[in-house]
């Protein structure tokens, strides 16, 4: 047919079709496999800058005061009260209350003894009234969280503002437990 157009449409083959439905299928599944761990890994580093915050709160209490904050002895450092006393201490030199709580720990729970969910996620470490006794030991962690939610055992905040786990600290914690 001279002078008539042809028109060529070029469509999908029914091969194309499946491997790009395979590739997505296949991109789709590990995708979904990577989107808990991605999860894990950005509420761990929200509650690492928790630490952070409250590694800056209690050196500005040292500073002001001249000592680590004497807590009163407390049947549990669960107890209602114990948590009471850390928030209402540490109140003005923090933000929030929120910043004593690790935000993955709060998703999933956690309870003291008596059913009731926790206030603080990390418990501080007692000192003495010198002004020095908190820096004095480099492994001495201010404040240890009270799960194991973020693997390799309890985050830890270190004197020097620096946060590691437990294993970190001491390597075969969990070997030598069993």
Wanted: charged share 20%; hydrophobic share 40%.
């Amino acid at each position: 047919m001279p002078g008539s157009l042809r028109l060529r449409v070029r469509a999908f083959t029914l091969t194309e079709l499946l491997v790009s439905i395979g590739i997505i299928a296949i991109l789709a599944t590990l995708a979904t496999q990577a989107y808990p761990r991605v999860v894990a890994s950005i509420a761990k580093g929200r509650c690492m800058g928790n630490l952070r915050n409250l590694h800056v709160s209690f050196a500005a209490y040292i500073q002001d005061n001249g000592y680590w904050p004497q807590q009163p002895d407390f049947s549990s450092a669960y107890s209602k009260q114990y948590q009471d006393w850390w928030l209402n201490t540490m109140d003005v030199y923090t933000d929030s209350r929120e910043v004593w709580k690790c935000p993955l720990l709060k998703k999933l729970g956690a309870y003291d003894s008596e059913g009731k969910p926790l206030e603080i996620h990390y418990t501080p470490t007692r000192f003495d009234a010198r002004p020095t006794t908190p820096y004095r030991w480099a492994k001495q962690p201010w404040l240890i969280e009270v799960s194991n939610i973020h693997g390799n055992g309890p985050l830890l905040l270190m004197p020097d503002g620096s946060i590691r786990s437990l294993t970190d600290l001491v390597p075969n914690f969990y070997q030598t437990q069993n």
